[in-house]
């Protein structure tokens, strides 16, 4: 009996005929491409622009060329 536990018709064990490999099962498969360097890296580029448009966002949003208004002040003593 062979570690299988299959016996030939006579009761023998015997190891079945491999069939031969065919020559594109054996064929070496070529890796894949290496993707190109922005392919890579394109969503760093996409976080980096949006950074930038928040923090442009924030500094046209916050700037204000007006003059402060008026505030009335007490001065001690009076004033002229």
Known sequence: MLEGGFLDEAGEGERAAVPEALDSATAPVAPPSEPDW???NWPF???G???IGAVI???FAT???EEPPAVL???AGGGS
């Open 38 to 40: 922005f392919e890579q």
């Open 45 to 47: 580029f996409a976080a």
């Open 49 to 51: 622009a949006l950074l």
């Open 57 to 59: 966002f924030v500094v």
């Open 63 to 65: 700037m204000d060329n």
């Open 73 to 75: 002040r007490f001065e």
